[in-house]
């Protein structure tokens, strides 16, 4: 049982460059979420998908775009990347049918816009 | 809108001392509450969560919580610090669901031999 896996772990990318980061998980959640993490900022929502075919904005929207392809996988778009978006993302999914349950993390992207 | 105060960025303790994480809140209906932690290069655990059915809460590894809606606070207390606590912790608000929970900025606990 892996949980939440994201690929890749590490990514540098240039301005205007675009990347896709994957998130699968093998629980059967319904939801699932992508966060970013910013030193003094804590996390904050990018995109979440209560079930499979369906995905909503978060907090922070703009320069991102999702793809819940199935019920396992979640995937984060950068279609062109700004240094701005330099970040740690966090995929996560939680419990089904279970609101205000638990949500359990990946281990994180790291990703270096320059 | 509901919000999350974490004070203090850093909070250093000696090993065997109280651990105290400080979380206020701002809600404007009965919130469920959450306190994570996350080691270096992981994702986010669960500690644990108040969701009304009582005030003091226990979690995993000893760390307990209390909510107390006449202060709007939810702080993390642990009486005897382990190296191994040593790690970022975030207290997390919600009112309706997972999609509505707001993360604190982080306190980072460090603790000393």
């Known amino acids: 049982n892996a949980g939440v896996t994201q690929t890749p772990k590490f990514q540098v990318l240039k301005t205007g460059q675009s990347m896709t980061l994957q998130c699968a998980q093998d629980m059967n959640h319904n939801s699932m979420y992508w966060y970013r993490q910013d030193p003094g900022m804590g996390l904050r929502l990018i995109y979440y998908?209560?079930?499979?075919?369906?995905?909503d904005k978060g907090e922070v929207p703009n320069g991102y775009n999702v793809s819940r392809l199935n019920k396992r996988e979640f995937s984060l778009r950068l279609e062109s990347a700004a240094p701005s978006q330099t970040s740690v993302y966090f995929c996560a999914s939680s419990v089904p049918g279970a609101t205000n349950e638990k949500l359990f993390f990946g281990s994180g992207t790291q990703l270096s816009v320059l | 809108a509901q919000s999350v105060t974490q004070l203090g960025s850093h909070v250093s303790v000696s090993e065997g001392a109280l651990v105290l994480l400080r979380c206020n809140y701002s809600?404007?209906?009965?919130?469920?509450l959450f306190w994570y932690v996350q080691y270096p290069n992981q994702g986010l655990q669960l500690l644990l969560k108040?969701?009304?059915?009582?005030?003091l809460v226990k979690g995993i590894n000893g760390f307990e919580a209390e909510f107390k809606k006449s202060e709007t606070s939810f702080h993390l207390t642990k009486p005897s610090a382990h190296m191994s606590d040593a790690a970022e912790y975030f207290c997390a608000v919600s009112e309706t669901g997972f999609q509505k929970l707001v993360f604190g900025t982080g306190t980072r606990l460090l603790v000393s031999p």
């Open positions: 809600s404007s209906v009965p919130p469920y």
């Open positions: 108040y969701t009304s059915a009582a005030t």
């Open positions: 998908s209560a079930s499979e075919g369906t995905t």
